[in-house]
């Protein structure tokens, strides 16, 4: 099972740290996409990081600004979320799976967290 935590209402350039953490499985063993949904919209990619944490991806609007890690010992990934914008407003999804951006390659998916980014 996957839980996100650390969404909320945060300002423009702003930031946010969210967490996923695994229980009853061993997170190492997969890599961990991020992806997010806004209203209206399809979900899509948000970035991802191999299973040691030695190649992540991003999607183009946030690079620079998101870092993905993980933690294996504590069977948790990070996103640190910089310089936030109301675009970025959306609920945010953590998966386990194989490596890669699109959505088919993750197996188990975390019940989402919301972020909300005032302008």
């Known amino acids: 099972q996957l839980v996100e935590s650390g969404g909320g209402l945060v300002q423009a350039g702003g930031s946010l740290s969210l967490s996923c953490a695994a229980s009853?499985?061993?997170?190492?063993?997969?890599?961990v996409g991020w992806f997010r949904q806004a209203p209206g919209a399809e979900r899509e990619f948000v970035a991802a990081?191999?299973?040691?944490?030695?190649?992540?991806s991003y999607m183009d609007s946030v690079k620079g600004r998101f870092t993905v890690s993980r933690d294996n010992a504590k069977n948790t990934v990070y996103l640190q979320m910089n310089s936030l914008k109301a675009e970025d407003t959306a609920v945010y999804y953590c998966?386990?799976?194989?490596?890669?951006?699109?959505?088919?390659?993750?197996?188990?998916w975390g019940r989402g967290t919301h972020v909300t980014v005032s302008s």
């Open positions: 998966a386990a799976g194989t490596y890669g951006t699109s959505q088919m390659m993750y197996n188990y």
């Open positions: 009853g499985a061993r997170l190492s063993l997969y890599a």
């Open positions: 990081i191999s299973t040691l944490g030695a190649s992540t």
